[in-house]
Nanobody
Framework: QVQLVESGGGLVQPGGSLRLSCAASRSIFDIYYMGWYRQAPGNERELVAR???????HYAESAKGRFTNTRDNAKGTVDLQMNGLEPDAAAVYYC???????????WGQGTQVTVSS
């Protein structure tokens, strides 16, 4: 059992940056994938980025080159550095943990990101 709590969302101007953080209730050595998803009103939840326990990363096309996903297994933290944010990035961002075969371990409650001038 693990609980995930996101923080770091907020209002940012177009072109600005935000750093989202996800704190797990314990270490996350055993959680293969730690990822960030987002859901905008009227849209399905979509993968933004994910990182394996070994540090391999995968990014959605919209995130490549601008977002960086990191994790600290011992501390149980997962961060998403987002640069060059545009209005289409506005959404509720969720932290997620998955087993290697795709089974969800936990979801966070979400943190709102708003991009507006």
């Amino acid at each position: 059992q693990v609980q995930l709590v996101e923080s770091g969302g907020g209002l940012v101007q177009p072109g600005g940056s935000l750093r989202l953080s996800c704190a797990a209730s314990r270490s996350i050595f055993d959680i293969y994938y730690m990822g960030w998803y987002r859901q905008a009103p009227g849209n399905e939840r979509e993968l933004v980025a994910r990182i394996t326990s070994g540090g391999s990363t995968h990014y959605a096309e919209s995130a490549k080159g601008r977002f960086t996903n990191t994790r600290d297994n011992a501390k149980g933290t997962v961060d998403l550095q987002m640069n060059g944010l545009e209005p289409d990035a506005a959404a509720v961002y969720y932290c997620n943990g998955k087993r290697a075969w795709g089974m969800d371990v936990a979801w966070g409650q979400g943190t709102q990101v708003t991009v507006s001038s």
